[in-house]
């Protein structure tokens, strides 16, 4: 059988919170401290040696181990956080593990941001040779790919302007254009093609997938974006608070993630003490569930008053805060309406998912009495949860990211006979 | 075709297998050179002018204070020329050592995006200064001609010698500042005024002589040692002393050794805390 290509065993990677946090320490606070308490910088010097010290650690990998055998195309997907990045930055060799051992065969090229050391000085003929350097190519190579990368860039006219006259659509294309010619036998790229105009990201897609399939290359891919994901990669491992939770099947995995409750609520609202104290509805919890692959909206609460005037519901906004809608307990036909208790009440709601796009939705908890009063009014520090929301863009093939809108719908077409 | 294996394992210290890492990636440091020689004279009128014009004029200053209106002994030499090839590769170690410093900080956002031996920003760096001097040199030639000096054939052997030395100190001293300058960014505070000091105590604008039987305790300063050097083989100023050159030579080592061994030990984190 062949041997794999990358082989990762029990990788780890440790930060020390404190370090991060400062950024950078000033020398002079240092001294000053060794002066002020030379005896306490003497303890705390002798417990870090001895490894007493009680610095706060984070690993933000833990344990890793998989194999990959050449040629698959792998897309590594999580939170924000979860660790992806560090991983990626491990095998690029940027930063080392600090624990376990990777064994690579064959040259490495890594993708982590688009441009690296590009100079805004410099003319787009020149940053394609030292941006192409920079990532590890040679020169005889750039030479014989020049007439190419700057063709897929489309920017003929401007190759002798220095890039700081380059709109930024120019910019990225450049810049993932001479990208896109290495040729490593594995490839790391970083969530890079979230920038750049649609029409270039499609370019983009396709040029990978060329890559892949007719070249053979192994790809290592992080991204957000779920149809990329799914249009791309055959494997897929999905990292969960720096542990690797499951490798597998593109499929399977993105199923499992996006099904995960824990990886779409970024945020639960409990009623801590006497908040929102009114005669009518007391709010107590505030959260998503979901349920055979269902979003849910749940407003838990203690009813102090049943009257048929009160509507309990929520309001939920997209990242530029517009209202998308309201939506209350009496929204469908009075024989539907749930019957509200005294005291405890969960009552819960589908959330739309078919219509919402993929991002960030801002949900309110709001109450009023029909018509008359706001128990709890929306926009005024009332309950609020967020929630990261990524739509599974499978229905259609042309259909592979987010899409412009504030909806993001799978409608039905035909022709007319 | 050559099979390319790549362990990748939490960081040990100093390998020769380093070395031979810098050597292969050499198209890249030659890109790096390249890139700030390139930069550094975009949108400027006189160009790499500027390399010959900055210790042109030191010296006409020099020359006219210290030399014609002070009357700082110049061991027999014009002042202008004595001071000359005191400041050609006085300005070679200052501005390299600088630069190198900054060198990490300067290109982070290329560190903590792609992988190649960090050492190339350095050595880059360095470059790129000694590609200044050798312009900045032609002025000296220019004198050595107008005064009528002609360097012996040891002079014209040695001078080689001394910018390895030279070298070696700028890196040495530079990479070990350049770690420290990742963590504390102190660094680029002090040291410019660390460099004016050193300028005083290194005889450039003055000949080593003039401290009588304690000079050897500059020697040290291996700046000092490549100064009166370069004076004694091409001026002919005094006898080339060779013990003071094997002490420069020493000392630079043991600089390179300890900037190096920092250089390697921080190595590893630059990317996390940078």
């Known amino acids: 059988m062949e041997q794999p290509i990358i082989t990762i065993k029990g990788i780890g990677k440790k930060y020390n919170i404190t370090h991060q946090?400062?950024?950078?320490?000033?020398?002079?606070?240092?001294?000053?401290?060794?002066?002020?308490?030379?005896?306490?910088?003497?303890?705390?010097?002798?417990?870090?040696?001895?490894?007493?010290?009680?610095?706060?650690?984070?690993?933000?990998?833990?344990?890793i181990n998989f194999t990959v055998n050449k040629g698959e195309v792998i897309g590594i997907i999580g939170r924000n956080g979860a660790g992806k990045s560090t991983l990626l930055k491990i095998l690029s060799q940027i930063t080392p593990p600090t624990t376990g051992e990777i064994k690579i065969h064959g040259r490495v090229g890594s993708l982590l941001e688009v441009g690296t050391g590009f100079h805004p000085e410099l003319t787009g003929r020149e940053n394609i040779f030292l941006n192409g350097a920079i990532l590890g190519m040679k020169k005889t190579e750039i030479i014989k790919k020049f007439d190419e990368i700057v063709k897929f860039a489309d920017i003929e006219k401007f190759l002798d302007t220095p890039v700081k006259h380059y709109s930024s659509g120019m910019y990225v294309r450049l810049a993932f254009s001479v990208a896109a010619h290495m040729e490593p036998d594995i490839l790391i790229i970083d969530e890079v093609l979230a920038v750049g105009d649609v029409e270039f990201q499609k370019k983009c897609l396709g040029k990978m997938e060329d890559i892949t399939k007719k070249e053979g290359r192994t790809i290592l891919f992080v991204s957000h974006n779920m149809g990329a994901i799914g249009q791309l990669c055959d494997k897929t491992m999905l990292i969960e608070n720096g542990k690797l939770i499951k490798f597998g099947k593109t499929d399977e995995v993105v199923e499992k993630y996006l099904s995960d409750p824990k990886e779409v609520t970024l945020e639960r609202w409990e009623n801590e003490g006497d908040k929102f104290n009114n005669e009518y509805f007391k709010p107590e919890k505030f959260y998503i569930s979901t349920e055979e692959g269902e979003i849910f909206v749940n407003l838990e609460g203690e009813i102090r008053k049943t009257t048929p005037d009160l509507t309990i519901g929520y309001a939920i906004y997209s990242e530029d805060n517009t209202l998308l809608y309201w939506s209350y307990q009496t929204d469908s036909k009075e024989s539907d309406w749930p019957e509200l208790k005294m005291g405890g009440n969960l009552i819960k709601s589908k959330l739309p998912t078919e219509i919402l796009?993929?991002?960030?939705?801002?949900?309110?908890?709001?109450?009023?009495?029909?018509?008359?009063?706001?128990?709890?009014?929306?926009?005024?520090?009332?309950?609020?949860?967020?929630?990261?929301f990524s739509k599974i863009f499978d229905k259609s093939k042309y259909w592979v990211q987010k899409r412009p809108g504030a909806l993001a719908i799978s409608n039905k077409w035909e022709i007319k006979k | 075709m050559k099979e390319y294996v790549t362990v990748i394992k939490p960081k040990k210290l100093f390998s020769f297998a380093d070395l031979k890492e810098v050597w292969d990636y050499k198209e890249l440091l030659y890109f790096f050179t390249w890139r700030d020689l390139k930069v550094r004279y975009k949108q400027t009128a006189i160009g790499v002018l500027w390399a010959v014009f900055?210790?042109?004029?030191?010296?006409?200053?020099?020359?006219?204070?210290?030399?014609?209106l002070l009357k700082v002994p110049s061991d027999g030499v014009p002042y202008p020329i004595f001071v000359y090839t005191g400041l050609l590769f006085w300005q070679f170690f200052s501005t390299a050592l600088s630069d190198t410093s900054n060198v990490l900080i300067v290109n982070q956002a290329i560190i903590t995006k792609v992988y190649f031996p960090r050492l190339l920003l350095p050595l880059s760096t360095v470059a790129t200064k000694f590609i200044d001097f050798i312009v900045a040199a032609v002025i000296l030639v220019g004198m050595m001609i107008y005064y009528g000096y002609t360097p012996n054939l040891i002079g014209l052997l040695i001078i080689p010698l001394l910018l390895l030395i030279t070298f070696m100190a700028s890196v040495g001293l530079g990479l070990f500042l350049a770690s420290i300058n990742v963590k504390y960014r102190d660094v680029r505070y002090v040291l410019p005024f660390f460099i004016q000091i050193l300028l005083f105590v290194t005889p450039v604008i003055y000949p080593a002589g003039i401290l009588g039987k304690y000079?050897?305790?500059?020697?040290?300063?291996?700046?000092?040692?490549?100064?009166?050097?370069?004076?004694?083989?091409?001026?002919?100023?005094?006898?080339?002393?060779?013990?003071?050159?094997?002490?420069?030579?020493?000392?630079?080592?043991?600089?390179?050794?300890?900037?190096i061994y920092t250089f390697k030990k921080t190595e590893h984190y630059f990317a996390d805390i940078i």
């Open chain 2, 54 to 68: 900055q210790p042109f004029i030191t010296m006409v200053v020099f020359s006219l204070f210290f030399g014609a």
């Open chain 2, 215 to 259: 000079s050897w305790i500059l020697a040290l300063n291996p700046m000092m040692g490549v100064i009166q050097s370069a004076r004694a083989a091409l001026l002919g100023t005094t006898v080339l002393n060779w013990l003071l050159v094997s002490i420069s030579l020493f000392a630079t080592a043991s600089i390179l050794a300890i900037g």
């Open chain 1, 357 to 388: 796009n993929s991002g960030i939705y801002k949900l309110e908890l709001i109450a009023s009495l029909y018509f008359k009063e706001w128990i709890i009014a929306p926009g005024k520090d009332n309950p609020t949860i967020f929630i990261n």
């Open chain 1, 21 to 63: 946090r400062g950024g950078y320490v000033a020398l002079r606070d240092v001294l000053t401290n060794i002066l002020k308490s030379p005896l306490n910088f003497l303890k705390y010097k002798a417990k870090e040696i001895v490894g007493l010290d009680k610095k706060e650690e984070f690993w933000a990998l833990r344990d």
